[in-house]
């Protein structure tokens, strides 16, 4: 029971690290977004969204979203901080990992599965000792010839991915020692077993990163958490895979336990270890690597920074973030227009605003240059930044999605994805014997059910990383964005969509429910409703519409009210990946307040 505290602490140090130290959790892979993706993603997604490959034997071969795709693009955001450029390194990195692993496979394979390889029980090298020795062999002497070529080379990059095979396959090797395939149940470990890998791996990675680094030591933390998720993905969902078959019929699956699995905790246990050791050691928080591009941050986020530091006194603060908020709320305003900026430097110059926000800007930038050490006077100044900040939200808003639009998107991707999936449940259905409890136990249509799921969250995912927009949206006129109106980028798209997840589980059970109901005319005879006989099929589709209708509706109405009070209509996804969902084209700039003096007329600042 006591593993089962391992995932909060994890969390609580991650939290820590992005919101505490954001610039330092940036320039390492580690941020804000790579948190919702885990945390709440990872919990959205457990257990739920399953990507089902290959049937083997007489069960069905999968990959869990949480417990093992999330992981690993976390992986490969922290490899393109820690060596790049990514598509060069990640390229060699899999290329030497997936030999290695093609190696073991093939020795390991016999001893590990010997209804598979018969020469392997003949030779009797079934024992757990000798497959350990078998694959410390393989993976030592891949790991050894990396090292020995990266180390000696003058190339930074190439010295980083030996350093990172070598790691990952110390790992794997450990890692496959202390596992154990068990039919029917999966691949286990004992507690506190299974932390010893990844610790070590945090631990060696952050002794040795000052010698190999230089400046540069903080890289300990991605190198562990690369070298600990690859290094048990491989040593004990790869190679311990063969041992699982032929079991009971159902799904298997690579990161089956979700946010619980060794593949998710082993990454975050090793960032753990290199942190804590990396701080004992006496490191930095400075940003470490190239340079990371501005992002924009929301002037409703600047409003609150300068609040909390009127609080808190630091007056100097509250006036520098309270005139910031108010400029990033122009010029956001300007960019969801289409406005051009302006030379002189006065953000609402041209705009179609009152003469009031024009004047009341220019003083609030002198006094937040002067400053003030009265409490009072800085209030005022954040009161006003409020009310230019609510200015520029009014002029913005009419460019982002309504929540009709929004919703009538929704609703079309929602049945472009419901529809064929019935029609293609419903064949499963008719192909598997049995009746309605029977095809429901059946492998195969569980693992289309889970297989749904990820389907449809990589629709949305892909299709917005890919051209902006779904289908619904398009029909709709509607894009995704990032802050800067640029297009969204992939791991943006992932974490935006997990948030769908659970109403993408409900329409995937809804849809098989319907499917087998209609297939197979499991509800036979007639029930009285209001005094009308009904038949129990009609009834039971009837039944299974309404609760999706209804499960569906509660969890869109959360959305709905998410969208309906934000200032940029977004839900809890576009919160998290910090995206819009935009209309084009652009719409016309609202019409100056009738009856307001000109841009520019000097008001009173303060009211």
Sequence with gaps: MAGFGIPGLLWALLYLLAWERPAFAESLGFGRTTFWLLVPGGLLASFTAVVPFAPISNAWLGIDLAGAVFPVLVGLVALERYAPPLFRTAGRYLAVLAGESALLFVVVLPSTAPTLGAWGRDLGVGTPLLEALLVTAGATGVALTVGVIGLRSEVAATRRLAFLVALTSAVLVLTFAGTTAVPNVGIVEGFPYYLLPPLGAGFVAADLAPRLFRDEAAFALPLAFLASTFGVLLGADLLRQPGLYPGEPGLYTIGGAGILDLVYLSGLLALAAAFATYRLRGGSWAPVGAPLPTRSVSPTARLRQGYRFGVQGRLAESLTASAEAARASALQARRL???????????????????????????????????????????????????????????????????????????????????????????????????????????????????????????????????????????????????????????????????????????????????????????????????????????????????????????????????????????????????????????????????????????????
């Design 337 to 607: 227009l289409g406005a051009p900026t302006t030379p002189d430097g006065r953000p609402w110059t041209g705009m179609p605003v009152p003469g009031w926000v024009v004047s009341d800007q220019a003083n609030l930038d002198s006094v937040a240059r002067g400053g003030t050490a009265d409490g009072r006077e800085g209030f005022r100044a954040w009161l006003t930044a409020r009310s230019l900040v609510l200015v520029g939200a009014t002029l913005g808003r009419p460019r982002f999605g309504s929540l009709v639009d929004r919703i009538v998107a929704f609703g079309i991707d929602f049945l472009l994805l419901g529809v064929p999936a019935t029609a293609v449940f419903g064949e499963i259905a008719r192909a598997t014997p049995g009746g309605f409890v029977g095809v429901l136990s059946s492998a195969g249509f569980n693992a289309a059910i889970y297989g749904f799921v990820a389907v449809a969250f990589l629709y949305f995912a892909l299709s917005e990383y890919a051209v902006g927009t779904t289908v619904g949206k398009w029909v709709r006129h509607l894009w995704v964005s990032d802050r800067e109106l640029r297009p969204v980028g992939g791991f943006s798209a992932l974490v935006r969509n997990v948030s769908l997840v659970p109403l993408l589980t409900v329409e995937g059970l809804g849809a098989a429910l319907l499917a087998v109901e209609l297939s197979k005319g499991a509800a036979t005879g007639a029930g009285t409703v209001l005094g009308v006989g009904v038949p129990l099929g009609v009834l039971a589709v009837a039944g299974i519409v309404g609760f999706v209708t209804v499960a569906a509706g509660l969890l869109g109405s959360i959305a709905a009210i998410v969208i309906a009070l934000t200032a940029e209509r977004q839900r809890i996804g576009d919160l998290w990946a910090a995206t819009w969902v935009v209309r084009e084209p652009m719409p016309e700039a609202p019409a100056p307040t009738p009856g307001a003096p000109p841009a520019g007329a000097a008001d009173p600042p303060f009211g």
